[in-house]
């Protein structure tokens, strides 16, 4: 019979020569090995030292730092190169607008091939910044420390040239970005984030966001829906933790930018010993000044002012609806 047996010939399969044998226990302890790579957590320093997304600084701090890893990663992501500032970054778009019939500026200018347009906020602090190295050398130790951090236009700005960065934030959506954008612009190991609203006391409060504008989430639902009225308003609860219990005070910051949507007096208040350091030590202020959304918060531009006095800062100027503040 032709597909008989042949006589003598074991009717069990063969065994693999040891050889053959050697060759695929290689590959597959080889396979197990790139599984492993693949899923092992990537905040681990040896894996991705220049990427860590750990803490910075050797001081720990009285509130945990946002994990990004920990968190949900936002879906889809739209991220793109801003225009015309001196030092390039990249950050994640966090509305869309109205699709399809009312898109994000940027999303259109996506779409038509160009860059993300340039926010004012950007390249000021990328204009300070520069001055202060080319002037008194400060690129060293100095921080930049960013209240409303929304998606990092500011953050980013500032890590690109070198400096560390504080940010807080106590959206979810924006948090989600900010974690986009330190991947984006390798900077891991300068930005520590915070998931918390920087006030005058330690605590909780309720904070308001707008569905589909993130950037306009403010500690005043009044405030929240000064410019979007017809846009639906969302409570939650988010911690709250002043500026001086954060910094220590033998850590140099250059820089405080504050953008809360008419909570500045607040974030100002709780960064009083901050603010109170002698000139050449104390930073450089930079605060939104919008009387509206400050009289949505129960204080006024007066009042910042006279505060600001009060610690030293004798020198402001405004510059649109941002105000600077210096001590000469």
Same mark, same amino acid.
């Given at each position: 019979?032709?597909?008989?047996?042949?006589?003598?010939?074991?009717?069990?399969?063969? #065994?693999?020569?040891?050889?053959? *044998?050697?060759?695929? #226990?290689?590959?597959?302890?080889?396979?197990?090995?790139?599984?492993?790579?693949? !899923?092992?957590?990537?905040?681990?320093?040896?894996?991705?030292?220049?990427?860590?997304?750990?803490?910075?600084?050797?001081?720990?701090?009285?509130?945990?730092?946002?994990? /990004?890893? +920990?968190?949900?990663?936002?879906?889809?992501?739209?991220?793109?190169?801003?225009?015309?500032?001196?030092?390039?970054? *990249?950050?994640?778009?966090? =509305?869309?607008?109205?699709?399809?019939?009312?898109?994000?500026?940027?999303?259109?200018?996506?779409?038509?091939?160009?860059?993300?347009?340039?926010?004012?906020?950007?390249?000021?602090?990328?204009?300070?910044?520069?001055?202060?190295?080319?002037?008194?050398?400060?690129? =060293?130790?100095?921080?930049?420390?960013?209240?409303?951090? %929304?998606?990092?236009?500011?953050?980013? $700005?500032?890590?690109?040239?070198?400096?560390?960065?504080?940010?807080?934030?106590?959206?979810?959506?924006?948090?989600?970005?900010?974690?986009?954008?330190?991947?984006?612009?390798?900077?891991?190991? *300068?930005?520590?984030? !915070?998931?918390?609203?920087?006030?005058?006391?330690?605590?909780?409060?309720? !904070?308001?966001?707008?569905?589909?504008?993130? =950037?306009?989430?403010?500690?005043? $639902?009044?405030?929240?829906?000064?410019?979007?009225?017809? %846009?639906?308003?969302? $409570?939650?609860?988010?911690?709250?933790?002043?500026? =001086?219990?954060?910094?220590?005070?033998?850590?140099?910051?250059?820089? *405080?930018?504050?953008?809360?949507?008419?909570?500045?007096?607040?974030?100002?208040?709780?960064?009083?010993?901050?603010?109170?350091?002698?000139?050449?030590?104390?930073?450089?202020?930079?605060?939104?000044?919008?009387?509206?959304?400050?009289?949505?918060?129960?204080?006024?531009?007066?009042?910042?002012?006279?505060?600001?006095?009060?610690?030293?800062?004798?020198? /402001?100027?405004?510059?649109?609806? +941002?105000?600077? /503040?210096?001590?000469?």
């Amino acid at each position: 019979m032709a597909n008989a047996w042949r006589r003598g010939e074991s009717r069990h399969p063969k #065994l693999l020569s040891p050889k053959p *044998l050697l060759l695929l #226990l290689l590959s597959l302890s080889l396979l197990l090995l790139f599984l492993f790579l693949a !899923f092992r957590s990537p905040s681990d320093p040896n894996l991705t030292p220049s990427l860590s997304l750990s803490n910075p600084f050797p001081k720990p701090y009285p509130i945990p730092t946002f994990n /990004c890893f +920990d968190s949900p990663q936002a879906h889809p992501v739209v991220a793109n190169l801003v225009e015309n500032v001196k030092y390039p970054f *990249l950050y994640s778009l966090p =509305d869309f607008g109205s699709l399809p019939d009312k898109p994000h500026k940027n999303l259109v200018r996506l779409l038509k091939g160009k860059l993300f347009r340039k926010p004012d906020i950007s390249a000021t602090i990328q204009g300070i910044l520069e001055g202060m190295k080319k002037k008194e050398g400060k690129s =060293d130790g100095g921080l930049v420390v960013d209240v409303g951090a %929304n998606v990092g236009m500011a953050s980013f $700005a500032a890590a690109v040239m070198g400096f560390k960065v504080l940010a807080f934030e106590p959206v979810l959506e924006n948090l989600q970005r900010l974690c986009d954008g330190i991947w984006f612009n390798r900077v891991g190991e *300068l930005v520590t984030v !915070f998931e918390a609203a920087a006030s005058d006391r330690v605590g909780n409060i309720t !904070f308001y966001k707008l569905v589909g504008r993130l =950037d306009n989430s403010a500690i005043s $639902a009044t405030g929240a829906k000064l410019a979007f009225k017809s %846009n639906e308003e969302v $409570a939650v609860q988010v911690r709250t933790i002043p500026l =001086d219990e954060v910094i220590p005070e033998s850590q140099p910051v250059l820089l *405080l930018k504050i953008d809360v949507q008419g909570w500045e007096y607040h974030v100002l208040k709780g960064a009083s010993k901050l603010l109170s350091r002698k000139k050449g030590e104390a930073p450089y202020i930079i605060y939104e000044e919008d009387e509206r959304l400050l009289q949505a918060s129960n204080s006024s531009a007066k009042e910042i002012r006279d505060f600001l006095q009060t610690v030293g800062y004798h020198d /402001c100027t405004q510059r649109g609806t +941002d105000a600077h /503040c210096t001590k000469g």
